[in-house]
């Protein structure tokens, strides 16, 4: 599976961005898709999963400003990103695990920065 991650800047705080995950290699519309990030010197943090049925949770710190969706004839996943934040500051990965969802895939990431 391969997957390229893109839309990610520089923007100010409150602003918005949306990021877009093309995938290759499998089929696309049986894949659990998602994003993580990961800010300097913090742990990795998942932000949000879209599963095959088209929904999927959004993590807590996001809940509200982030929404994850999916276009299967694209085969692309979007993480759309309003009244961002500084502490939105991050490097964003996303990730593919397609059937038997055992093993996840990798994008490089996006840099997100947040300016206040």
């Known amino acids: 599976v391969q997957l390229q991650a893109s839309g990610g800047g520089l923007v100010q705080a409150g602003g918005s961005l949306r990021l877009s995950c093309a995938a290759s290699?499998?089929?696309?519309?049986?894949?659990?898709m998602g994003w993580y990030r990961q800010a300097p010197g913090k742990q990795r943090e998942v932000v949000a999963r879209?599963?095959?049925?088209?929904?999927?949770p959004v993590a807590d710190i996001v809940k509200g400003r982030f929404t994850i969706s999916r276009d299967n004839a694209k085969n692309t996943a979007y993480l759309q990103m309003n009244s961002l934040k500084p502490e939105d500051t991050a490097i964003y990965y996303c990730?593919?695990?397609?059937?038997?969802?055992?093993?996840?895939?990798w994008g490089q990431g996006t840099q997100v920065t947040v300016s206040s």
């Open positions: 879209i599963y095959s049925t088209g929904s999927g």
């Open positions: 990730f593919a695990r397609p059937p038997p969802y055992t093993e996840d895939y």
């Open positions: 290699g499998s089929v696309f519309s049986r894949n659990t």
